[in-house]
């Protein structure tokens, strides 16, 4: 089992590290003056693939909560975990550290839905994939708001989906 969370998280970080150091190089020497400080840095396609005993997808975690807009994450689930591997762009040119979370799968459907849920010490992280429609919705619910720790909380539900990335965004707007 090991071993195959490491294949699966080295898989995820090549992925990300390959989007980094490559997906530039397509757009050198089509410098875009009207591009913003904070998406410098070009990240992959959206993409999406579920058969009956996995799912992956990757792509650009959007909503206006997002601290960072030019980002990407790749999720893997089998029938037991949802592991989650992501970079943000921080700033110019600049990358921060590849995150990896693991998230347990709540539940796995014939229908094709896939839930991996984890909680943290304010919110419970709520993925959810859903093989028909090729969707990845990520629900951040508050939890333990009567806890000191988190008295700063604000209380609210945060949704976002998994889309293209900001730049494919821009290239392929009509």
Not at 70 to 95: F, M
Not at 104 to 115: I, S
Not at 150 to 169: P, Q, V
Request: proline share 3%; net charge negative; aromatic share 8%.
């Amino acid at each position: 089992m090991i071993s195959k969370v490491l294949a699966v998280l080295f898989g995820c970080s090549t992925l990300i590290l390959g989007a980094i150091a490559g997906a530039p190089m397509i757009f050198k020497g089509q410098p875009n003056q009207n591009m913003p400080e904070d998406q410098t840095i070009t990240f992959g396609d959206y993409y999406f693939e579920g058969t009956e005993d996995h799912v992956h997808a990757l792509g650009t975690l959007t909503a206006d909560w997002i601290a960072y807009k030019n980002n990407t994450y790749t999720i893997h689930c089998d029938s037991e975990q949802c592991l989650v591997a992501s970079v943000e762009q921080i700033g110019h040119d600049h990358v921060g550290w590849i995150s990896v979370q693991s998230f347990p799968v709540k539940r796995w459907t014939d229908r094709g839905e896939v839930v991996g849920e984890d909680d943290g010490l304010c919110e419970r992280t709520t993925l959810t994939l859903d093989r028909p429609s090729k969707t990845v919705l990520w629900v951040e619910t508050p939890i333990n708001q009567t806890s000191m720790n988190c008295a700063r909380n604000d209380g609210r539900i945060r949704k976002a989906t998994l889309e293209k990335s900001l730049t494919w965004r821009r290239l392929t707007k009509k």
